[in-house]
């Protein structure tokens, strides 16, 4: 095997797997959660972790090395400020994220398997796992809600730019479809004290949506209806929110989405997709665009992919309101 003698060097310090996967053990353990609570050698970490203690030191040993903890001379390990965005409830959502256990972080194993992708077209995930990812998903009802509550903090994070970018106080009922665990509808409610909702989505995630808006004080304005978004949408509203959910999804299950909620919508409703399109609307986050890919089979979109996509759906794109990186593309009936 070879010695490794180019490691941080050229392009392997950029696809080098060891301190990825060891900085990804580390988060799967919570080792910065024991370290912050004074668990300091490798005995009391294996102990506390399950782990064996002997390989345990050589992936802390490594990440000493790449400055994520620190050893004393007893052996003793410690935080650096990298090994901190390891902690639970820190800001940056890390350690959820990196956890091999949990939805995303399993996910992500399936980047092995990006070749499949790339010759097929593909989604890589069921090659990886044997089923999709969404019926992966279902098959553990942990790491179902584990995925709920990390897609209500990235949308929270995009309602504060959203939410102003749009007049929702125009409509008197939306419809969140695909909604998550009501984090999005909550904040547009807040917002707008007259609007009222509807968390549309699985029933697993129904239940966590009522949750979120009995919560925030509003049971009174919004519910939550189980169902699926490729049949009838609940109709009436005039306005259907589609939040992050199309580029979950390949170019004829988003226009079968969208022909749900154009149905839904009829004549006078809208449909308001919030999607991530870069500054000037058409420049993607490649990363992003990648792990759709690998998770779905699916791809991120500009204004342009979606605007065609309103197309093949019976609508037309009536407005772009721009929110930074990201928009709210305004569609209506042809």
Same mark, same amino acid.
């Given at each position: 095997m070879a010695d490794g003698e180019g490691e941080g060097r050229g392009v392997w310090a950029i696809a080098d797997l060891v301190t990825p996967m060891a900085v990804r053990v580390a988060a799967t353990l919570r080792v910065a959660d024991r370290l912050a609570d004074g668990v300091r050698t490798v005995p009391e970490l294996a102990?506390?972790?399950?782990?064996?203690? !002997?390989?345990?030191?050589?992936?802390?040993? *490594?990440?000493?090395?790449?400055?994520?903890?620190?050893?004393? %001379? +007893? !052996?003793?390990?410690?935080?650096?400020?990298?090994? +901190?965005?390891?902690?639970?409830? *820190?800001p940056s959502g890390a350690r959820r994220m990196l956890d091999v256990e949990s939805g995303i !972080?399993?996910?992500?194993?399936?980047? $092995?398997?990006?070749? *499949?992708?790339?010759?097929?077209?593909?989604?890589? @995930?069921?090659?990886?796992?044997?089923?999709? @990812?969404?019926?992966?998903?279902?098959?553990?009802?942990?790491?179902?809600?584990?995925?709920?509550a990390q897609m209500g903090v990235d949308v929270a994070r995009w309602a504060e730019a959203v939410v102003p970018a749009f007049d929702w106080g125009s409509l008197e009922r939306i419809v969140d479809v695909g909604g998550g665990n009501g984090t999005f509808l909550a904040a547009l409610l807040t917002a707008h004290p007259e609007l009222r909702g509807t968390v549309f989505d699985q029933p697993e995630t129904v239940r966590a949506a009522r949750a979120t808006l009995a919560a925030a004080g509003l049971a009174d304005r919004a519910d939550a209806v189980a169902g699926d978004f490729f049949q009838a949408l609940p109709a009436g509203a005039d306005g259907y929110v589609l939040s992050a959910v199309l580029h979950d999804w390949d170019d004829e299950a988003a226009r079968a989405i969208l022909r749900r909620c154009a149905e839904a919508a009829g004549a006078? %409703?809208? $449909?308001?997709?919030?999607?991530?399109? %870069?500054?000037?609307?058409?420049?993607? *986050?490649?990363?992003?665009d990648l792990r759709v890919l690998v998770y779905f089979g699916a791809r991120e979109r500009g204004v342009t992919e979606l605007t065609a996509l309103a197309d093949g759906a019976g609508l037309r794109v009536a407005g772009v309101h721009r929110a930074g990186e990201l928009a709210v593309v305004e569609m209506v009936a042809v």
């Open positions: 102990a506390a972790t399950g782990a064996d203690a !002997g390989v345990l030191e050589r992936v802390l040993r *490594h990440l000493v090395t790449v400055e994520v903890f620190s050893r004393d %001379g +007893e !052996g003793r390990y410690g935080l650096l400020p990298r090994g +901190e965005e390891l902690r639970d409830g *820190h !972080g399993r996910a992500d194993l399936a980047f $092995v398997a990006l070749p *499949h992708s790339v010759r097929t077209g593909e989604a890589a @995930f069921p090659q990886q796992f044997g089923r999709s @990812f969404w019926d992966d998903l279902r098959a553990d009802p942990e790491r179902a809600a584990d995925y709920d006078r %409703g809208r $449909v308001l997709v919030v999607e991530r399109v %870069g500054a000037d609307g058409e420049s993607v *986050h490649t990363g992003m």
